[in-house]
T-cell receptor
Framework: DVKVTQSSRYLVKRTGEKVFLECVQD?????MFWYRQDPGLGLRLIYF???????EKGDIPEGYSVSREKKERFSLILESASTNQTSMYLC?????????FGEGSWLTVV | KNEVEQSPQNLTAQEGEFITINCSYS?????LHWLQQHPGGGIVSLFM???GKKKHGRLIATINIQEKHSSLHITASHPRDSAVYIC?????????FGKGTRLHILP
């Protein structure tokens, strides 16, 4: 079975802290994505990557950066966390035929 | 304006009813996805379509490329079908999601 694993399920961070959200997939997928999901707004694309060291901005990249040094790992970085970044973050990877999601990371910034 | 529009936003139906969820999208997509999200957050891919129709059990997905419209149908609905159903368009390696349809099937 394809597995997309997000390193942390629940995190609480302070305003101004640097936050790393890690995502690993085990199926050699080229495309990987980071989304955030908020009530009433649905899933919004932050960044995506279609190959190692390649990244593209999604719809809401402000306040975030990403890193893809290895094909299986796609990291989301909040350089200086703010309270409006409190959300659920979902990582996904895709093949030509389907998309697979991690279980999500609930981030609270206080 | 969201590039992917779903309707209805919320739907409550009785067990056994035939369910239709609609999705309209913008130009030039390479594929259209339907996904299911249960309470607790887990998201599962149901279908990926680029043309025609696909069926899996009681779920049927159709797409009309000319009208830029897709539908997800559930036959003989059951309370365990209660979930959020999300439509997503794929274009240029990018996948953009609709806001989802919250379905509640009453026993």
């Amino acid at each position: 079975d394809v597995k997309v694993t997000q390193s942390s399920r629940y995190l609480v961070k302070r305003t101004g802290e640097k936050v790393f959200l890690e995502c690993v997939q085990d199926m050699d997928h080229e495309n990987m994505f980071w989304y955030r999901q908020d009530p009433g707004l649905g899933l919004r694309l932050i960044y995506f990557s279609y190959d190692v060291k390649m990244k593209e901005k999604g719809d809401i990249p402000e306040g975030y950066s990403v890193s893809r040094e290895k094909k299986e790992r796609f990291s989301l970085i909040l350089e200086s966390a703010s309270t409006n970044q409190t959300s659920m973050y979902l990582c996904a990877s895709s093949t030509l035929s389907t998309i697979y999601f991690g279980e999500g990371s609930w981030l609270t910034v206080v | 304006k969201n590039e992917v529009e779903q309707s209805p936003q919320n739907l409550t139906a009785q067990e056994g009813e035939f369910i239709t969820i609609n999705c309209s999208y913008s130009v030039g997509i390479s594929a259209l996805h339907w996904l299911q999200q249960h309470p607790g957050g887990g998201i599962v891919s149901l279908f990926m379509l680029s043309s025609g129709k696909k069926k899996h059990g009681r779920l049927i997905a159709t797409i009309n490329i000319q009208e830029k419209h897709s539908s997800l149908h559930i036959t003989a609905s059951h309370p365990r079908d209660s979930a959020v159903y999300i439509c997503a368009q794929e274009r240029d390696d990018k996948i953009i999601f609709g806001k989802g349809t919250r379905l509640h099937i009453l026993p």
